[in-house]
């Protein structure tokens, strides 16, 4: 079988943008009441598309307090979820810890690890869509960017300066929430794309 072939850097630059889930369809979920009715909203999907954000280290042997921020999307919507209050982020590791509902997203080893270590609870039913990339004659990591380029023909817009923002601040701004809850919705067009069961 010939290996599918990977578009270059160059080339997926010059591609139209892909779509993006617009700010209304972002909530930001920060205390336990909107923690709940952002489950609520959830637990009627079974398949999310999932990540996380921390806020970078700069320094050598710095370690990072992250994640700060879950993301978990669905077609229509995506919730933001921010760590600081207590009941906000156990009901976080919930839907995190609950099975029969895909968590589908990119190279999540390392967020997984650092859930386990934050929440105390472990991911149930997480899919790396680099996993099934591979499985499918792709090489290397694909990671978000390449994938919508291969799947869809379009450029993937990451904002390197939201990326490397500060996700601890109580505040977020909205090309925050547009970054993180973008990163989530696209692994689920993706997930989409490849024909894997929304239900």
Known sequence: MQTPRMPAPEEIALLPPFERLARERIALVATEAEAERAAAALLS????GFDT????????????EGPHVIQLAMPEQAFVFQLHDAGCRAIAGELLARAGIVKAGFGL????????????????DVLDLDT????????????????????????????K?????????RQL???????????????????????????
Do not use: C
Request: glycine share 6%.
């Open 53 to 64: 954000e921390s806020k970078p280290t700069f320094h050598a042997g710095e370690a990072s």
């Open 45 to 48: 999907s079974t398949v999310w």
């Open 173 to 199: 701004s909205d090309a925050q929430l547009l970054y993180a809850a973008n990163d989530a919705w696209a692994a689920l067009r993706v997930y989409q794309a490849l024909g894997l069961p929304m239900a």
């Open 132 to 159: 099934v990339l591979r499985q499918r004659g792709y090489r290397r990591q694909m990671g978000t960017k390449a994938a919508v380029a291969v799947l869809f023909g379009r450029r993937f817009l990451k904002s």
């Open 161 to 169: 300066r939201a990326a490397t923002s500060n996700w601890s601040q």
């Open 109 to 124: 080893q390392d967020d997984q690890r650092r859930i386990v270590d934050k929440l105390g609870v472990e991911p149930r």
